[in-house]
Nanobody
Framework: QLQPVESGGGLVQPGGSLNVSCTAS????????TGWFRQAPGKEREALLC????????YYADSVKGRFIVSRDNAKRTVVLQMNDLKPEDTGVYYC??????????????WGQGTHVTVSS
């Protein structure tokens, strides 16, 4: 199995923080980039940000710059998306995906099952 597995979604109040994780299954993140995507209710999936295999972050969505951070724990084979100052418009299903070494969007073809995040008071 080469699909990543997301975990850590849930309900959080506006202005709060939440971490979601993406765990490698059958591979390690040392050799692959990790892309984070979001699908809001009634909308298409959008690309948020990426962590390359060498550890560089690329932001695709301006709406999350300065609020979302991605990091990797090689020992745990996990990539963590740290989300701060959450807004109701951040609500959606969050997906991680395995790419190649860089953050080319066309390379993300191996998807997790997604985890739900709801930002509401």
């Amino acid at each position: 199995q080469l699909q990543p597995v997301e975990s850590g979604g849930g309900l959080v109040q506006p202005g709060g923080s939440l971490n979601v994780s993406c765990t490698a299954s059958g591979f390690t993140w040392d050799y692959y980039s990790t892309g984070w995507f979001r699908q809001a209710p009634g909308k298409e999936r959008e690309a948020l940000l990426c962590l390359s295999s060498s550890g560089y972050s690329t932001y695709y969505a301006d709406s999350v710059k300065g609020r979302f951070i991605v990091s990797r724990d090689n020992a745990k084979r996990t990539v963590v998306l740290q989300m701060n100052d959450l807004k109701p418009e951040d609500t959606g299903v969050y997906y991680c995906s395995r790419g190649h070494r860089s953050c080319d969007l066309e390379d993300f073809r191996h998807w997790g099952q997604g985890t739900h995040v709801t930002v509401s008071s």
